[in-house]
């Protein structure tokens, strides 16, 4: 969705004209994980890191479905589940976000791995936060990634179409 909005290069967009799998971004994504792994020497960590930043980020999406439930109940929405599991999903998430300072194994690295948690889950967020602004907020398009297109890389790749649903 960021491709085809002009927010990232649009060859990330393609698809598979089969499946409509976006073929481009997922082995882009799988690059960046790799590369990750690489650096950080210890794929656990990696993984472990990642994953309690998505939590944070489910706890953001589920306050965010309760709200809109209440702001604007008329929105059209393709599916809409009881109120009771963005509720339950919250406290879950929250439970999740919490659980590293209940740990009950506390060893001599224990605040250590705490503040890295919570730092590069905080870190994650306010990266973020500027090119939400920009992007975003003030609906800017960033020319050096509309410079970038993916009908090229398509023709390069017979199997892949360009789709463009703007």
Not at 48 to 53: A, F, G, L, R
Not at 108 to 119: H, M, Q
Request: hydrophobic share 45%; proline share 5%; charged share 15%.
């Amino acid at each position: 969705a960021c491709a085809r909005d002009g927010h990232l290069p649009r060859a990330l967009s393609l698809c598979l004209p089969s499946r409509s799998t976006p073929i481009v971004a997922i082995v882009f994504n799988f690059l960046c994980t790799v590369v990750y792994i690489v650096v950080g020497k210890h794929a656990s960590a990696v993984v472990e890191k990642v994953m309690y930043t998505q939590w944070i980020y489910f706890v953001f999406v589920f306050i965010g479905l309760i709200v809109l439930r209440f702001t604007r109940p008329s929105m059209r929405r393709p599916y809409k589940a009881p109120f009771i599991v963005p509720v339950l999903l919250t406290i879950v998430s929250v439970l999740m976000v919490l659980s590293p300072i209940f740990d009950t194994t506390r060893d001599e690295d224990y605040v250590s791995n705490i503040l890295s948690k919570y730092g590069i889950a905080v870190g994650s967020i306010v990266t973020g936060i500027p090119f939400y602004i920009l992007c975003i907020y003030r609906r800017t398009r960033l020319s050096i990634f509309e410079q970038t297109s993916g009908k090229d890389l398509s023709s390069i790749l017979n199997q892949v179409e360009y789709r463009d649903h703007s």
